[in-house]
């Protein structure tokens, strides 16, 4: 059975790929930080997903926290001019999707 909160974060990581790259021609260590929460997401939820009790909340709550921090990169990138705000549109709008999966996941 299919885990949506992991199809949709490996999607997310997949339409992030050339952003990073346009990213990085700018500011390496902000390109570092956005793959490291687009690839900690989808780990965290697979990982989650074995767990139970406390670890799996715990889990989930930091992959949360990346894909809050992806959409904040993203943010600060369009910002600094490194990125079109059109750009991140899809991705924006996976990491609200996400967002309010993981959300769910925790309550």
């Known amino acids: 059975m299919p885990f949506d909160a992991y199809v949709y974060a490996i999607e997310l990581a997949?339409?992030?790929r050339p952003l990073?790259?346009?990213v990085a021609t700018h500011d390496a260590a902000l390109a570092k930080q956005l793959c490291r929460a687009a690839t900690s997401a989808p780990l965290n939820l697979a990982e989650g997903r074995k767990r139970v009790g406390r670890d799996r909340l715990h889990l989930w709550r930091i992959a949360a926290g990346?894909?809050?921090e992806?959409?904040?990169a993203l943010e600060v990138a369009t910002a600094l001019g490194y990125l079109e705000g059109a750009e991140t549109t899809e991705a924006a709008a996976l990491c609200d999707r996400l967002?309010?999966?993981t959300w769910r996941l925790t309550r």
């Open 20 to 22: 990073i790259a346009r």
């Open 14 to 16: 997949t339409q992030l």
């Open 70 to 72: 992806v959409l904040a």
């Open 66 to 68: 990346s894909v809050a």
């Open 99 to 101: 967002g309010a999966i």
